[in-house]
């Protein structure tokens, strides 16, 4: 009776592990050997690859030709059109337009004696070098005043990697103690073409009468 109990558990047994091999197989299915091997790193790949957006085609055309205020010395062109190309939103124009707003407001700080104004509009050296003169004044005001718009003129034109250097010739009336006079000033505007504040610094000034390094204060 044991021998006949062992064999019919045997059967039992082998039964059972036919039944659990088919369940296998339906549901995973047969191995064909053409699977790829499982790699260490397949784990950790998106479903998906990430694939750069097309690039947007450039419908606008060939830039036109850079338009130049009236007086500009047609020379300065290749550069200007250079300082463009790098700042889309130059326009000679309102730069100018900007340049004489600042000549006018820079002046009438430093008659003033106070340069609280003109800070972020010159650079370090010229702020010193204007406090430096009101202070060999004595720090008083002066009583000058500019009369009307100053004209401006570009006349040079640089761009040094990412600086853009541009200097303007400026004329203009200006009222004295002693009466009025012609003030002409030569002045150099400085900017970073990447930089997210459109204000133009002023790197450095020259007066065309004495070749002074200072706007004249022009007391006499």
Same mark, same amino acid.
């Given at each position: 009776m044991?021998?006949?109990?062992?064999?019919? $558990?045997?059967?039992?047994?082998?039964?059972?592990?036919?039944?659990?091999g088919l369940r296998l197989v339906s549901v995973l299915g047969k191995r064909t050997g053409e699977e790829r091997p499982q790699q260490i790193g397949d784990s950790f790949r998106p479903a998906a690859e990430v694939t750069a957006p097309p690039r947007r085609e450039d419908n606008r055309g060939p830039r036109g030709k850079l338009v130049l205020p009236p007086g500009t010395d047609m020379r300065l062109l290749p550069a200007l $059109?250079?300082?463009?190309?790098?700042?889309?939103?130059?326009a000679p124009d309102r730069f100018l337009a900007g340049a004489s707003a600042a000549y006018g407001l820079i002046l009438t700080a430093f008659w003033s004696g106070d340069l609280a104004g003109v800070h972020g509009l010159v650079s370090d050296e010229v702020q010193d070098n204007l406090a430096s003169a009101v202070a060999?004044?004595?720090?008083?005001?002066?009583?000058?005043?500019?009369l009307?718009?100053?004209?401006?003129?570009? $006349?040079?034109?640089?761009l040094v990697g990412q600086m853009v250097e541009l200097t303007v010739r400026f004329a203009a009336r200006i009222a004295t103690a002693d009466g009025e006079i012609e003030s002409r000033d030569v002045w150099t505007?400085?900017?970073?073409?990447?930089?997210?504040?459109?204000?133009?610094?002023?790197?450095?000034?020259?007066? $065309?009468d004495d070749s002074a390094e200072l706007p004249p204060d022009h007391a006499a």
């Open positions: 044991s021998d006949g109990s062992a064999w019919v $558990e045997i059967v039992l047994l082998a039964m059972l592990a036919a039944f659990i $059109e250079d300082i463009a190309a790098a700042d889309p939103g130059f060999a004044r004595g720090g008083g005001a002066l009583p000058n005043r500019m009307g718009t100053p004209s401006a003129m570009i $006349e040079g034109a640089d505007f400085s900017r970073h073409v990447t930089s997210s504040d459109p204000a133009w610094v002023l790197i450095a000034t020259d007066n $065309e």
